[in-house]
């Protein structure tokens, strides 16, 4: 099984709301990435936990806020977004961070709109 | 900054012809995967390369790593248009983050 799980698929949220995003794998990896996608382009990361810490985060504006509660589940909390931040986010886990095959499996994503 | 550039970043195609998508960089890397993306879903892994020189086939699709592991390409045969969608090549190198490269959005034609 190497399925990532995301919920939810799409969401809508005003710019005041207060929102989470939900990742889950269940595949024993040690590794999670939260990533953001805009039309036409790559992921581009936002944050890595490894073995539950968080281990990179590419600078992204405080609004975003990851929590990884155990070594299965990462969520992204959302708060006071900007219409500029509307794109589709990403969850990603691996067997762990280090090594030289760590291979990403990608979940399918939950498409935001931020109005 | 390691890079890996990708092209072509379209094509559009007849059912039927071949084609090949190709991933290169001055950076030497670990591994590298393949992955395809629908509209509004998230990256499906296609293949993992690992060793210089290796090739690995799944189904009408040949991937190959170089020698010297910072290229790969990607090889249909007989493309289809279920084939449709953005291919994206991502590298692994020592402790550093997936590198992507653009991406090569295809489309095949019936």
């Known amino acids: ?115 | 900054t390691q890079l890996l550039e990708q092209s072509p970043q379209f094509l559009s195609i007849q059912e039927g012809e071949n084609l090949t998508v190709y991933c290169n960089s001055s950076s030497v890397f670990s591994s590298l995967q393949w992955y395809r993306q629908e509209p509004g879903e998230g990256p499906v892994l296609l293949v993992t390369v690992v060793t210089g020189g290796e090739v690995k086939k799944l189904k009408r699709l040949t991937f190959q790593f170089g020698d010297a592991r910072k290229d790969s390409s990607l090889h249909i045969t007989a493309a289809q248009p279920g084939d449709t969608g953005l291919y994206l090549c991502a590298g692994n190198s020592g402790n550093t983050p997936l590198v992507f490269g653009k991406g090569t959005r295809l489309s095949v034609i019936a």
């Open chain 1, 1 to 115: 099984d190497t399925e990532v799980t995301q919920t939810p698929k799409h969401l809508v949220m005003g710019m005041t709301n207060k929102k989470s995003l939900k990742c889950e794998q269940h595949m024993g990896h040690r590794a999670m990435y939260w990533y953001k996608q805009k039309a036409k382009k790559p992921p581009e990361l936002m944050f890595v936990y490894s073995y539950e810490k968080l281990s990179i985060n590419e600078s992204v504006p405080s609004r975003f806020s990851p929590e990884c509660p155990n070594s299965s589940l990462l969520n992204l909390h959302l708060h006071a977004l900007q219409p500029e931040d509307s794109a589709l986010y990403l969850c990603a886990s691996s067997q762990d961070r280090t090594g030289l095959v760590r291979t990403q499996y990608f979940g399918p994503g939950t498409r935001l709109l931020v109005l």
